[in-house]
């Protein structure tokens, strides 16, 4: 270990250190929300300054990377830009989180260190160069992801979400621990590069790397959320305080693609042509019954649960034609990854501040007439929902761009992939009506209730000010990010055997 | 005129088109809601501004040279070679103009009727205007795309806010087809870019712009089972807005629910775009395409114009007989469009501006006796000739307009596509004459009822609220009146606009694939 290594891990070292500060800060003045707000705040812009300019030192190489710890640990395009989408997907959840946890005696301090312990893991994932570090970001994401879902100790809907997302989850690890065993036993190595090097060298797909292969599949299908590995996620969504299901519904979501990206991508590339054909199954699979399933919904939040899975599947769609040899499916998805985290954390950003009121419940009958008692909040939840379902000009509808555009690229080669293009298409008509029924009650309906809506802290709206630019910028003037994700793309190995 | 050309030919006069409502309607956000008049004045001065802009254009744009003239362009995301591309020709010119005149006569014909959230309405007007003329002047796929789509959302909330009682299914319903069809037409354009870019040397440029890519179709490019399933992505995206025969079941919902302007709109503009759409879009791009599908297409050309005609006979309310009328006439534009026959063309758009016009007017005129009444039944209405004599004369004039009375601008369109039909298919000509005669039938019964013979009881106890028409609603009427009498006895004006267009469209299908026209012989 050098001191280079540890200035390369700097941005998850400066992540774990400031969860550690916001502990502090809480045990100093115990309860205050003010300081560790403060404390959090500043603390993000800091890992995000030390990220870029890690990320900018390794752009500066040669070859744009940058290894760290005997090669364990890389700092490359991808890395920083999957490490910048963390910190602005944290820095948005404790942006509308203090309102809702203060109206309810919940203690933020906690809250933001567990959430900056998932990012450190998020982190450690997108720079993950050997399996061992791979599965370790894992489980630090992971880990304090079961504890925000049942952060409201006393609400049994809470708790209980929390148990079946802790049980699952962690059966679905130990799956996934299998499979990599698998692997490191029929390659002999951990470091993803080596795996990549011997795969290419020609082992046949052997029994043994089949399993491998599956529990591996099996165990990111779970994290995920992909059908039918999803059963986890809508009680454990709706149990969730509503920051939480924010932050579970996009942050360990973006992680589990970076594993994807990584494992998929760069260890397993060689066998594409064996993966990616489960790839396009779970996708086509996952979005269709998302949809169809948040067609049912009366609760905006399970809705939008079910309406995640559904995102999960569009996010594989881009994967796929990756693993079709198209590197445009690689660019896709990642742009989705950030259009979709700033339109759904602000969605759950409205959903929080309506319900900032105690007893007020995500039902559809609460958005009544939104339009006339919070006009503000029900224009900008309109944007995120039009945003969801795709619409022009906006974030999301420029993600299923890119992402469809990849698949009708990739379809030249494999037909498979146009036909998942207007599957991809059909899903989202489907999803159309369940979003804009939202829009219905907000817009069409009269309030069911004459109670005055309760303030909003400044936080709040700078947080959901944020996610409004983001999401209106990124579907108008979609070319800045679109470099930023060409040059990620390009991080990964290579391309896969198509 | 050629001076006038040179001198605006430096302005980016469709940019200004397309924007003007755009800041006009942020101008609007920031007006208190609680003044609704100013806002309706500011509203229709918008509208105003921006239909004197076009007709500016009008003025300027240089015939005899023809083409796209006032073109822009700027490069959007090179990457993709995505651009921001707009230009008109005669085609676009004449139904932008009809767009911002319909929009500022249905601006004024709301002052009225719509009394709750002024301001929400006349915001959803001013982007629902920049949506549709952004439609007819994109020259870039991705960019007529994304107009495309932002006609949607305001039509969607006006119908679902402001409209009658069944609204939310009728407004879901709207949307839903409408996305069903469009969503899969954006898979069909990404993967003619695709084709593009494959071709080209995997180079993006030019990927998504119209007249590069309508020249490599011409190479046969996107011909084979490609085209036929391209093509078909695109027909069901125009076929459900024209909207033809069996995709037409969301537009009497959307029709009958919609408040007066936004049926004006609907009826006046909205359906236009499916017809600019084939003939700006599919047919070049995928001219074989189009001659392997065109025997199906006139197939249920002919189904919609009888059905909708037979529909229309029974129809007890008013309004969904002037909406499955549409069904009809509109028929006859996909007829004229997919005969690829001059004749058949010209009369095709000529029929678009004046289906516009002249159903515009009748749901207008729809509008005003449901202001009076809150009732459309035609049963209930009859005998409305002694009380609102002027009314009933505006009626008249407008339903003889749509029978399609020589002299009257309904008749040029619907003669020009049966001479051009003719020429080419006997058969199909044959049934969509005679079902003109249903068409008189249909129109002439409801006119008939509605206003001769004794007043009825419902009418006698209104009373005194029964009165004539308002200056203001004549206001409305009198330049479509106008427009329908002198694109009646002079449709030269409009010929000769549309008709290099119109060339091009057909030389760019016929020179692809001469392949034997017709059904039957």
Same mark, same amino acid.
């Given at each position: 270990?050098?001191?280079?290594?540890?200035?390369?891990?700097?941005?998850?070292?400066?992540?774990?250190?400031?969860?550690?500060?916001?502990?502090?800060?809480?045990?100093?003045?115990?309860?205050?929300?003010?300081?560790?707000?403060?404390?959090?705040?500043?603390?993000?812009? =800091?890992?995000?300054?030390?990220? @870029?300019?890690?990320?900018?030192?390794?752009?500066?190489?040669?070859?744009?990377?940058?290894?760290?710890?005997?090669?364990?640990?890389?700092?490359?395009?991808?890395?920083?830009? =999957?490490?910048?989408?963390?910190?602005?997907?944290?820095?948005?959840?404790?942006?509308?989180?203090?309102?809702?946890?203060?109206?309810?005696?919940?203690?933020?301090?906690?809250?933001?260190?567990?959430?900056?312990?998932?990012?450190?893991?998020?982190?450690?994932?997108?720079?993950?160069?050997?399996?061992?570090?791979?599965?370790?970001?894992?489980?630090?994401?992971?880990?304090?992801?079961?504890?925000?879902?049942?952060?409201?100790?006393?609400?049994?809907?809470?708790?209980?979400? +929390?148990?079946?997302?802790?049980?699952?989850? $962690?059966?679905?690890?130990?799956?996934?621990?299998?499979?990599?065993?698998?692997?490191?036993?029929?390659?002999?190595?951990?470091?993803?590069?080596?795996?990549?090097?011997?795969?290419?060298?020609?082992?046949?797909?052997?029994?043994?790397?089949?399993?491998?292969? +599956?529990?591996?599949?099996?165990?990111?299908?779970?994290?995920?959320?992909?059908?039918?590995?999803?059963?986890?996620?809508?009680?454990?969504?709706?149990?969730?305080?509503?920051?939480?299901?924010?932050?579970? $519904?996009?942050?360990?979501?973006?992680? @589990?693609?970076?594993?994807?990206?990584?494992? /998929?991508?760069?260890?397993?590339?060689?066998?594409?042509?064996?993966?990616?054909?489960?790839?396009?199954?779970?996708?086509?699979?996952?979005?269709?019954?998302?949809?169809?399933?948040?067609?049912?919904?009366?609760?905006?939040?399970?809705?939008?649960?079910?309406?995640?899975?559904?995102?999960?599947?569009?996010?594989?769609?881009?994967?796929?034609?990756?693993?079709?040899?198209?590197?445009?499916? =690689?660019?896709?998805?990642?742009?989705?990854?950030?259009?979709?985290?700033?339109?759904?954390?602000?969605?759950?950003?409205?959903?929080?501040?309506?319900?900032?009121?105690?007893?007020?419940?995500?039902?559809?009958?609460?958005?009544?007439?939104?339009?006339?008692?919070?006009?503000?909040?029900?224009?900008?939840?309109?944007?995120?929902?039009?945003?969801?379902?795709?619409?022009?000009?906006?974030?999301?509808? /420029?993600?299923?761009?890119?992402?469809?555009?990849?698949?009708?690229?990739?379809?030249?080669?494999?037909?498979?992939?146009?036909?998942?293009?207007?599957?991809?298409?059909?899903?989202? @008509?489907?999803? +159309?009506?369940?979003?804009?029924?939202?829009?219905?009650?907000?817009?069409?309906?009269?309030?069911?209730?004459?109670?005055?809506?309760?303030?909003?802290?400044?936080?709040?709206?700078?947080?959901?000010?944020?996610?409004?630019?983001?999401?209106?910028?990124?579907?108008?003037?979609?070319?800045? =990010?679109?470099?930023?994700?060409?040059?990620?793309?390009?991080?990964?190995?290579?391309?896969?055997?198509? | 005129?050629?001076?006038?050309?040179?001198?605006?030919?430096?302005?980016?006069?469709?940019?200004?088109?397309?924007?003007?409502?755009?800041?006009?309607?942020?101008?609007?956000?920031?007006?208190?809601?609680?003044?609704?008049?100013?806002?309706?004045?500011?509203?229709?001065?918008?509208?105003?501004?921006?239909?004197?802009?076009?007709?500016?254009?009008?003025?300027?744009?240089?015939?005899?040279?023809?083409?796209?003239?006032?073109?822009?362009?700027?490069?959007?995301?090179?990457?993709?070679?995505?651009?921001?591309?707009?230009?008109?020709?005669?085609?676009?010119?004449?139904?932008?103009?009809?767009?911002?005149?319909?929009?500022?006569?249905?601006?004024?014909?709301?002052?009225?009727?719509?009394?709750?959230?002024?301001?929400?309405?006349?915001?959803?007007?001013?982007?629902?205007?920049?949506?549709?003329?952004?439609?007819?002047?994109?020259?870039?796929?991705?960019?007529?795309?994304?107009?495309?789509?932002?006609?949607?959302?305001?039509?969607?909330?006006?119908?679902?806010?402001?409209?009658?009682?069944?609204?939310?299914?009728?407004?879901?319903?709207?949307?839903?087809?409408?996305?069903?069809?469009?969503?899969?037409?954006?898979?069909?354009?990404?993967?003619?870019?695709?084709?593009?870019?494959?071709?080209?040397?995997?180079?993006?440029?030019?990927?998504?712009?119209?007249?590069?890519?309508?020249?490599?179709?011409?190479?046969?490019?996107?011909?084979?089972?490609?085209?036929?399933?391209?093509?078909?992505?695109?027909?069901?995206?125009?076929?459900?807005?024209?909207?033809?025969?069996?995709?037409?079941?969301?537009?009497?919902?959307?029709?009958?629910?919609?408040?007066?302007?936004?049926?004006?709109?609907?009826?006046?503009?909205?359906?236009?775009?499916?017809?600019?759409?084939?003939?700006?879009?599919?047919?070049?791009?995928?001219?074989?395409?189009?001659?392997?599908?065109?025997?199906?297409?006139?197939?249920?050309?002919?189904?919609?114009?009888?059905?909708?005609?037979?529909?229309?006979?029974?129809?007890?309310?008013?309004?969904?007989?002037?909406?499955?009328?549409?069904?009809?006439?509109?028929?006859?534009?996909?007829?004229?469009?997919?005969?690829?026959?001059?004749?058949?063309?010209?009369?095709?758009?000529?029929?678009?501006?004046?289906?516009?016009?002249?159903?515009?007017?009748?749901?207008?005129?729809?509008?005003?006796?449901?202001?009076?009444?809150?009732?459309?039944?035609?049963?209930?209405?009859?005998?409305?000739?002694?009380?609102?004599?002027?009314?009933?004369?505006? !009626?008249?004039?407008?339903? !003889?307009?749509?029978?399609?009375?020589?002299?009257?601008?309904?008749?040029?369109?619907?003669?020009?596509?049966?001479?051009?039909?003719?020429?080419?298919?006997?058969?199909?000509?044959?049934?969509?004459? !005679?079902?003109?005669?249903?068409?008189?039938?249909?129109?002439?019964?409801?006119?008939?009822?509605?206003?001769?013979?004794?007043?009825?009881?419902?009418?006698?106890?209104?009373?005194?609220?029964?009165?004539?028409?308002?200056?203001?609603?004549?206001?409305?009427?009198?330049?479509?009146?106008?427009?329908?009498?002198?694109?009646?006895?002079?449709?030269?004006?409009?010929?000769?606009?549309?008709?290099?267009?119109?060339?091009?469209?057909?030389?760019?299908?016929?020179?692809?694939?001469?392949?034997?026209?017709?059904?039957?012989?």
């Amino acid at each position: 270990m050098t001191v280079n290594d540890l200035a390369l891990f700097g941005p998850v070292i400066a992540a774990i250190l400031l969860a550690a500060a916001i502990l502090v800060v809480d045990f100093i003045a115990p309860g205050r929300f003010v300081p560790a707000i403060v404390v959090t705040f500043m603390g993000l812009t =800091l890992v995000g300054a030390i990220t @870029a300019i890690t990320g900018q030192a390794a752009a500066n190489e040669p070859g744009g990377s940058l290894t760290a710890f005997n090669g364990a640990y890389v700092v490359d395009a991808l890395t920083t830009y =999957l490490d910048l989408l963390f910190v602005a997907i944290v820095a948005l959840t404790m942006a509308f989180a203090p309102d809702y946890l203060a109206e309810r005696k919940l203690p933020v301090a906690e809250f933001a260190a567990v959430l900056v312990f998932a990012m450190s893991g998020a982190m450690l994932i997108a720079g993950s160069a050997d399996l061992l570090v791979l599965f370790l970001g894992l489980e630090l994401m992971v880990l304090p992801g079961y504890m925000l879902a049942g952060y409201h100790k006393t609400d049994g809907y809470s708790t209980e979400g +929390a148990i079946k997302y802790f049980l699952l989850g $962690s059966f679905s690890s130990a799956i996934f621990l299998f499979g990599l065993a698998f692997v490191w036993g029929l390659t002999g190595t951990t470091s993803i590069a080596g795996v990549w090097q011997i795969l290419e060298g020609g082992i046949p797909l052997s029994p043994g790397l089949g399993l491998g292969l +599956a529990f591996l599949m099996t165990g990111v299908a779970f994290k995920i959320a992909a059908v039918p590995f999803h059963y986890w996620t809508p009680d454990a969504y709706q149990g969730s305080p509503t920051p939480v299901t924010g932050y579970l $519904s996009v942050g360990p979501k973006v992680g @589990a693609f970076a594993l994807i990206i990584r494992l /998929f991508g760069d260890a397993l590339g060689p066998l594409a042509a064996d993966w990616n054909v489960i790839i396009m199954i779970l996708a086509a699979l996952t979005m269709t019954l998302g949809n169809l399933v948040a067609l049912t919904q009366d609760n905006v939040k399970r809705m939008l649960a079910y309406s995640s899975i559904a995102h999960t599947g569009y996010m594989l769609v881009g994967f796929a034609a990756y693993g079709a040899g198209q590197i445009l499916g =690689l660019e896709g998805l990642l742009f989705y990854g950030a259009a979709y985290a700033f339109m759904n954390l602000g969605a759950f950003a409205v959903i929080a501040a309506i319900q900032r009121r105690l007893g007020v419940t995500s039902n559809l009958s609460t958005f009544s007439g939104l339009i006339r008692r919070e006009p503000a909040l029900a224009l900008m939840m309109t944007l995120f929902l039009l945003s969801l379902t795709g619409i022009p000009p906006t974030a999301g509808f /420029f993600g299923k761009f890119y992402v469809i555009l990849a698949a009708v690229n990739a379809g030249s080669t494999n037909g498979w992939l146009t036909v998942l293009a207007v599957v991809t298409m059909i899903n989202a @008509a489907i999803a +159309a009506f369940y979003y804009l029924r939202v829009v219905v009650y907000m817009w069409m309906r009269d309030p069911q209730t004459e109670e005055p809506a309760l303030p909003h802290g400044r936080l709040v709206w700078t947080g959901l000010a944020v996610a409004t630019v983001f999401t209106i910028a990124l579907g108008l003037i979609p070319g800045g =990010l679109l470099t930023i994700v060409q040059s990620a793309a390009e991080a990964v190995t290579q391309l896969p055997a198509s | 005129m050629s001076q006038l050309s040179q001198q605006l030919a430096g302005l980016p006069l469709v940019t200004i088109v397309v924007f003007l409502p755009l800041l006009g309607s942020i101008l609007l956000a920031f007006l208190p809601s609680s003044r609704p008049q100013l806002i309706r004045y500011v509203a229709l001065g918008i509208a105003l501004v921006t239909w004197a802009v076009s007709l500016v254009m009008l003025a300027g744009y240089d015939n005899a040279a023809g083409g796209y003239q006032f073109t822009q362009s700027i490069d959007r995301i090179p990457m993709f070679g995505i651009t921001y591309t707009v230009g008109v020709d005669g085609l676009s010119l004449a139904l932008v103009v009809l767009t911002t005149t319909l929009t500022w006569i249905s601006i004024l014909a709301s002052f009225g009727p719509i009394q709750t959230r002024v301001k929400e309405y006349m915001v959803s007007f001013l982007v629902l205007e920049i949506g549709m003329i952004g439609v007819f002047v994109a020259l870039d796929l991705f960019l007529f795309y994304i107009f495309w789509e932002l006609v949607l959302v305001p039509m969607y909330l006006i119908i679902g806010i402001w409209g009658g009682k069944n609204r939310i299914y009728a407004t879901i319903k709207f949307v839903l087809y409408t996305l069903v069809g469009s969503l899969l037409m954006l898979v069909a354009i990404l993967a003619v870019a695709y084709t593009y870019q494959a071709g080209h040397g995997g180079s993006w440029e030019n990927a998504f712009d119209l007249q590069a890519l309508t020249q490599y179709a011409g190479t046969g490019a996107f011909g084979g089972t490609f085209g036929l399933l391209a093509f078909g992505a695109f027909f069901l995206a125009f076929a459900i807005k024209v909207p033809m025969f069996p995709f037409h079941t969301w537009l009497p919902d959307a029709h009958v629910e919609a408040p007066t302007a936004g049926s004006v709109i609907l009826a006046g503009v909205l359906l236009k775009l499916g017809g600019y759409g084939f003939i700006r879009f599919a047919l070049p791009l995928f001219p074989e395409a189009a001659h392997s599908w065109a025997p199906i297409i006139i197939v249920l050309s002919l189904i919609g114009i009888i059905y909708g005609a037979i529909v229309a006979l029974v129809q007890p309310d008013l309004k969904k007989l002037v909406a499955y009328s549409s069904v009809s006439h509109m028929g006859f534009v996909t007829l004229g469009i997919f005969v690829f026959q001059e004749q058949g063309m010209q009369g095709a758009v000529l029929q678009m501006i004046n289906h516009g016009l002249i159903t515009g007017a009748l749901f207008l005129l729809v509008g005003v006796i449901y202001e009076r009444t809150h009732d459309r039944t035609i049963a209930k209405l009859g005998g409305l000739g002694s009380p609102m004599p002027v009314y009933a004369a505006a !009626f008249g004039f407008f339903v !003889f307009a749509s029978v399609g009375l020589p002299g009257l601008s309904g008749f040029v369109g619907e003669f020009l596509t049966l001479i051009g039909t003719f020429q080419v298919d006997y058969l199909a000509a044959t049934v969509a004459t !005679f079902v003109m005669i249903f068409a008189a039938g249909y129109l002439l019964w409801m006119f008939q009822r509605l206003a001769f013979g004794e007043v009825s009881d419902f009418l006698k106890g209104l009373g005194h609220h029964l009165t004539d028409m308002k200056p203001i609603e004549a206001l409305t009427l009198v330049p479509l009146g106008a427009l329908v009498v002198v694109f009646g006895l002079y449709p030269g004006i409009l010929l000769d606009l549309i008709q290099g267009p119109v060339e091009q469209t057909l030389n760019a299908v016929n020179q692809a694939a001469p392949v034997a026209l017709g059904l039957w012989r």
